[in-house]
């Protein structure tokens, strides 16, 4: 039976809408799951889709009422579903600093689906943030059923670095299989879920990111003892001083420098306690010296190292702003090398 004009233009709809928001335009993906809801105001995968653009636009009382909405029209319905809409209310809950009523969700959709997408990650979150003297994990302990035995999972640790382009996060798991990654790029966040040979899922949730990033020109690869994950930045050249959460934009020398008084440090020293305290390697090495710096330095040196680390492709770092504030720093590349523009 072919299917009506109307459910083919609601797929289309539907089509179009998730295109919208996995190309974070989510203002074009409001529009078009609002329309699906008013088609049909009972479906609560429509509603649970509009809840989620709620979220990335931060509209987080709409993003509630969203989700519990689909809550009363799931009470009978599909157990998987239903777990999706504990999550999502339980997401929205922990991002307006309701965390004791987030966990109750986030326990009811464990208790749901165990295996839900990103749910262990919201889960560790909310928990620490929590109310020592608050009760948790009550409704999932007390009715979910008895684990299967299974080797226990080992912490998985990551870390991250950058240069004046990119943001690589290593996440340390070995012998990851392609078909066990499913990773998603936002402009401001990402997700990635492995499926891990003890049946167990690892997940990690970054949202928001310190700065915007180009999902499209974001990729990663997987290698026998970790995951590679590359963030392109939006905005090239500026250094984040965290991965997750508000971080500080530096401008660019473009305003008249300030007078201020400069105080004389000794970077060899400097470059030494960096050494000494993380002991990194390479472009890590590098990286870490350069935040410390960065860090300690007053205003002008600041601007002066910004300006000349990004003119020059990152072959030349200034820290004297009265000498390089007036000219635009030529890039130098190492003996041997020649420095080609970027395509």
């Known amino acids: 039976m072919n299917p009506s004009p109307e459910e083919s233009h609601s797929a289309d709809l539907y089509a179009k809408a998730n295109d919208a928001f996995f190309?974070?335009?989510?203002?074009?993906?409001?529009?078009?799951?609002?329309?699906?809801?008013?088609?049909?105001?009972?479906?609560?995968?429509?509603i649970l889709k509009r809840c989620q653009v709620h979220q990335k636009l931060n509209q987080l009382e709409l993003a509630l009422k969203d989700g519990e909405s689909a809550l009363k029209l799931l009470e009978q319905g599909s157990r998987s579903l239903?777990?999706?809409?504990?999550?999502?209310?339980?997401?929205?809950?922990?991002?307006?600093?309701?965390?004791?009523?987030?966990?109750?969700h986030l326990e009811q959709s464990r208790e749901l689906n165990p295996k839900e997408k990103t749910l262990v990650t919201w889960l560790?979150?909310?928990?620490?943030?929590?109310?020592?003297?608050?009760?948790?994990?009550?409704?999932?302990?007390?009715?979910?059923?008895?684990?299967?035995?299974?080797?226990?999972?080992?912490?998985?640790?990551?870390?991250?670095?950058?240069?004046?382009?990119?943001?690589?996060?290593?996440?340390?798991?070995?012998?990851?299989?392609?078909?066990?990654?499913?990773?998603?790029f936002f402009d401001n966040s990402?997700?990635?879920?492995?499926?891990?040979?003890?049946?167990?899922?690892?997940?990690?949730?970054?949202?928001?990111?310190?700065?915007?990033?180009l999902p499209k020109e974001s990729s990663f690869k997987?290698?026998?003892?970790?995951?590679?994950?590359?963030?392109?930045?939006?905005?090239?050249?500026?250094?984040?001083?965290t991965l997750e959460g508000d971080d500080q934009i530096i401008p660019m020398a473009?305003?008249?420098?300030?007078?201020?008084?400069?105080?004389?440090?000794?970077?060899?020293?400097?470059?030494?306690e960096v050494d000494e305290e993380t002991k990194p390697e390479g472009e890590q090495a590098l990286n870490?010296?350069?935040?410390?710096?960065?860090?300690?330095?007053?205003?002008?040196?600041?601007?002066?190292?910004?300006k000349s680390f990004v003119e020059s492709n990152g072959t030349?770092?200034?820290?004297?702003?009265?000498e390089i504030g007036n000219k635009k720093t030529e890039v130098k590349p190492p003996e041997g090398m020649i420095a080609k523009k970027y395509e």
């Open 316 to 322: 030349c770092l200034s820290t004297n702003w009265d």
């Open 190 to 213: 990402l997700s990635l879920t492995v499926k891990l040979p003890t049946g167990s899922d690892y997940s990690l949730e970054l949202e928001p990111l310190a700065h915007k990033i």
């Open 222 to 241: 997987i290698l026998s003892t970790k995951i590679e994950i590359k963030l392109r930045k939006e905005m090239i050249g500026i250094m984040w001083g």
């Open 288 to 306: 870490s010296l350069f935040q410390k710096i960065y860090k300690d330095a007053d205003p002008d040196t600041q601007r002066a190292m910004m």
């Open 82 to 104: 239903l777990a999706r809409a504990h999550l999502q209310v339980g997401i929205t809950l922990h991002r307006l600093g309701q965390y004791v009523k987030a966990q109750s």
């Open 23 to 46: 190309d974070d335009d989510y203002d074009e993906a409001l529009t078009l799951f609002t329309k699906l809801v008013s088609m049909e105001p009972t479906n609560a995968e429509f």
């Open 124 to 184: 560790r979150k909310n928990e620490d943030k929590l109310p020592k003297d608050a009760p948790t994990a009550t409704l999932a302990a007390a009715t979910a059923p008895a684990p299967v035995s299974a080797p226990p999972v080992k912490a998985t640790r990551y870390e991250w670095f950058q240069n004046d382009t990119f943001v690589t996060i290593e996440v340390f798991i070995k012998n990851v299989k392609q078909d066990a990654v499913d990773l998603n």
């Open 254 to 272: 473009s305003s008249t420098p300030t007078t201020t008084a400069k105080k004389a440090k000794d970077w060899g020293a400097l470059a030494r």
